[in-house]
């Protein structure tokens, strides 16, 4: 039997048929060893062939095979610097959703997503979320990053999930495609989630006083079928984005406006750092291109893990 999984409890794996069958899923051990070194062999939004185990009372299967993917969402696993989490597969497009504050989510975080959606071929939307509560000069930052990221090829929405501005724009982008939401935890996932089909009815938490951050809601990705013809993955709230499985010389190909600049280096393998006649850093002294980008390429390429945390444009 062939199916596709909706949920993954790290044992469980709730698989949904073409006929609209559910069957809970266990996998065979063998996935364990096959050279994946990720902490979930099976991803939400896999297609899977699996057998049904009728021993016991309730038919329940067990997973033979991953039918090859055509893209994913993967991070690095939080507590297993070695291991990646692939947090869902077979994406056709993703929502970051994006706070000003309550909690900040910063451009660095902002760049190691876009460049993780980039390299593993997902189309990437921000939807800037709470715009009901800023003051007239947080708005005109929302809008000087909207037409950064737009100048980029990003496309970019003002939302707010809680009062319901511009949910139906979204609706309509969402129509016919599997979606996944994703952005730190607080920044209103499951308020806009709630917003567009309240029948689901996901679980939401205040922001945390203490921390600004959003309490964790949602512990495992899982996949919903909307009474719009669409799909949606809601994931867990993410803190960071480690890069994973890329090269050096790969990375500023990922940054679509270094990318277009990229033959005009004195040198093919220009790593757009101390190289002379780079074209990335002669755009960047004509402030042809964004200061904040070219910081979180370099962070990017010095491996740090951290600074991605903190605001590009606080002073030093």
Not at 71 to 80: D, F, G, M, P, Q
Not at 93 to 101: P, Y
Not at 120 to 143: Q, R, V
Request: hydrophobic fraction near 35%; aromatic fraction near 10%; glycine fraction near 6%.
């Amino acid at each position: 039997m062939t199916g596709i999984v909706y949920k993954s409890t790290g044992s469980w794996y709730t698989v949904k048929t073409e006929d609209g069958a559910w069957y809970e899923c266990r996998i065979k051990g063998k996935f364990r060893i096959q050279g994946i070194k990720s902490t979930n062999p099976v991803a939400v939004g896999d297609i899977v062939d699996f057998d049904l185990d009728t021993k016991s009372d309730v038919a329940t299967g067990v997973i033979t095979t991953i039918r090859e993917r055509e893209n994913y969402i993967i991070r690095k696993s939080v507590n297993l610097s070695k291991q990646t989490h692939i947090i869902a597969s077979n994406v056709d497009q993703v929502f970051l959703l994006v706070t000003l504050n309550n909690p900040p989510t910063f451009t660095a975080f902002i760049d190691r997503f876009l460049i993780t959606a980039e390299a593993y071929g997902i189309k990437a939307i921000l939807l800037f979320n709470k715009i009901d509560t800023y003051t007239e000069d947080e708005l005109l930052e929302i809008k000087f990053l909207a037409a950064m990221y737009r100048e980029i090829g990003y496309e970019c929405m003002g939302i707010s999930a809680l009062k319901e501005t511009n949910v139906d724009a979204v609706k309509e982008q969402m129509e016919g495609k599997v979606n996944m939401f994703t952005g730190h935890s607080g920044v209103g996932k499951s308020t806009l989630v709630n917003a567009i089909e309240p029948n689901l009815n996901l679980k939401t938490k205040a922001i945390s006083e203490q921390h600004m951050q959003g309490q964790h809601t949602t512990t495992f990705a899982e996949m919903y079928d909307l009474s719009f013809n669409a799909k949606i993955i809601d994931t867990p709230g993410i803190k960071g984005f480690g890069i994973v499985d890329m090269e050096r010389e790969e990375i500023g190909n990922y940054f679509p406006e270094f990318f277009a600049l990229k033959s005009e280096c004195k040198f093919n393998n220009c790593l757009h750092l101390e190289e002379p006649k780079c074209a990335i850093k002669e755009a960047l002294d004509n402030d042809e291109l964004h200061w904040s980008r070219y910081k979180s390429y370099v962070q990017i390429m010095e491996g740090d893990e951290e600074q991605y945390r903190k605001d590009q444009y606080a002073p030093h």
